[in-house]
């Protein structure tokens, strides 16, 4: 089993995709400090296996251990692709996804009851808006890894079935559970499949850690070097889970679509985060409603698709009003291409079952947004983000967080607020190194608000922060490099 160590790290790498030029480790420089990190050169990557015309590398850099992450390439038709990566990483992913579950559920009974939730949401609900490529990606990655004696076939493709349902509880899953079967269950056309009660899963909702947050921004133009566009993703969630014992870079040729890269784990086959070689990046953020449903096209999956077919942000918000929405949530897309036309570059959706509300930069509904009258939204020009909370008025009249001034959402987005209006005010424009800082700023460090601004080993057993990603897209010659850091969560 690769081995997890207990340190800040931001890895950042600048590369087209599939061909991977630069690595570097970033790590604090003590147990308590300020964000910083030093740059470190790679050992490089090291072919580890082969199947079809995909490849798997170890990357290797100093200081990072075995627990650095993997790098996949795939290529090939959807069903090919993903059968190579079944062959090679089939044992990886089964390896975190039974890590995942042992950690939030230790008894298997309690497991059992839970596998069966999962895979009932996913035949009910959740597959019917799946488009037929994706299931044959699914396909493909059960056949390989039962080729490589990982589990039967059917094993292998339920267990990244119930993967697809966990990533769409971004959360507080048991609120999120109670209104997801009131809306199942209300027509009485759906009932829950034998030997699974209420109680069961209320039970089990019960020990699901609900502090999850996440978020995300986009800043360019009079706030960055060269005007470039920068675009990130926090994800903060079940850490120490063991869901990051194969952390994966997964770069996707698939036939007929665009290349993209996408930054998660073993077992998923969706996004988390991910850019497009024509440097478009995708980013969510749970923004948690009443208004729940799974009939919708799954989101980690829908991101993906829009990596593969959109070149703009016009162009994802055309292909996002055509599909349709599950759980509450913010996402964003950002445009490289966009950027270089001088166009606006990033569009946030925020979203509910039925319903997507899309902010650009500086929108005066933020600003409108009054909590116990005072104002709790910052909108500023040339720059966009999001925590856990929304401020469409339509959206805020079910959301079950509203931005009340003094809660973790709200803070982390005044945390971010702040930072941009501080580089403004000393005219310090944003560089590489300026975005790495943005991102960790309010990633979750197991501390107190106030120490957001440090990374502090004794507070490492309660932080979430189990991936953070910043991508620089830029157009230079027809071509679109990426520069990114990405750190794996903490321990």
């Known amino acids: 089993m690769r081995s997890q160590q207990l340190q800040c790290r931001i890895v950042s790498a600048s590369f087209f995709l599939g061909v991977l030029a630069a690595v570097a480790l970033a790590s604090n420089g003590g147990a308590t400090s300020e964000i910083g990190y030093e740059i470190a050169k790679p050992d490089g990557y090291a072919l580890w296996k082969e199947s079809g015309a995909s490849s798997l590398y170890n990357v290797t850099v100093d200081g990072y251990g075995s627990s650095a992450p993997l790098l996949v390439v795939l290529r090939g038709s959807r069903y090919q692709a ?30 059992d009851a839970f596998e069966l939730f999962l895979q009932w949401q996913f035949d009910e609900f959740l597959s019917k808006q799946i488009p037929q490529p994706y299931k044959d990606e699914i396909d493909g990655f059960a ?81 960055t070097k060269d005007k470039e566009l920068y675009a990130c993703r926090n994800l903060d969630w079940v850490a120490r889970s063991g869901l990051a014992t194969y952390k994966l870079v997964t770069v996707y040729h698939i036939d007929g679509t665009t290349p993209h890269a996408t930054f998660g784990f073993a077992g998923m086959i969706g996004a988390l985060a991910g850019m497009s070689a024509k440097g478009v990046t995708v980013h969510e953020a749970g923004n948690d409603n009443k208004k729940e449903t799974f009939d919708g096209f799954v989101w980690v999956l829908r991101l993906r698709d829009i990596m593969e077919h959109a070149s703009t942000t016009a162009e994802a918000e055309e292909m996002w009003r055509a599909t349709n929405n599950t759980m509450g949530m913010n996402h964003m897309v950002s445009s490289g291409i966009d950027n270089a036309a001088g166009n606006p570059p990033a569009l946030v959706f925020e979203t509910m079952a039925g319903y997507s509300a899309y902010f650009r930069a500086n929108d005066p509904r933020e600003r409108s947004t009054l909590v116990q009258n005072v104002s709790t939204g910052l909108p500023l020009p040339d720059a966009v983000w999001r925590t856990n909370h929304g401020y469409d008025p339509h959206l805020l009249q079910t959301a079950f967080d509203h931005p009340v001034p003094g809660t973790n959402s709200e803070e982390r987005y005044m ?28 990633a979750d460090k197991g501390g107190p608000v106030s120490g957001f601004h440090k990374c502090e080993r004794s507070n490492f057993h309660d932080a979430a922060s189990v991936l953070s990603v910043v991508f620089r897209p830029q157009v230079r010659n027809h071509m679109i490099p990426i520069f990114l850091s990405f750190l794996f969560e903490f321990g």
């Not at 941009?420 to 590489?432: K, T, W």
């Open 82 to 111: 993903n059968y190579d990566y079944g062959k090679m990483l089939g044992a990886a992913a089964m390896t975190n996804l039974d890590l995942l579950l042992e950690h939030l559920l230790p008894k298997a009974l309690e497991r």
């Open 415 to 442: 945390l971010i607020a702040e930072q941009i209006r501080a580089f403004e005010n000393s005219q310090a424009l944003v560089g590489d190194e300026e975005a790495v800082a943005l991102a960790a700023l309010p």
């Open 143 to 223: 056949a390989g890894a039962a080729a490589s004696g990982v589990l039967s076939e059917s094993q292998v493709r339920r267990r990244l079935q119930q993967s697809l349902v966990i990533a769409s509880f971004p959360g507080d899953f048991k609120d999120n559970l109670e209104w997801l079967l009131i809306d199942e269950l209300k027509d009485g056309l759906h009932k829950l499949p034998a030997g699974l009660s209420l109680d069961t899963l209320r039970g089990i909702a019960k020990k699901w850690r609900s502090t999850m947050q996440c978020s995300f921004y986009a800043i360019w133009g009079s706030r």
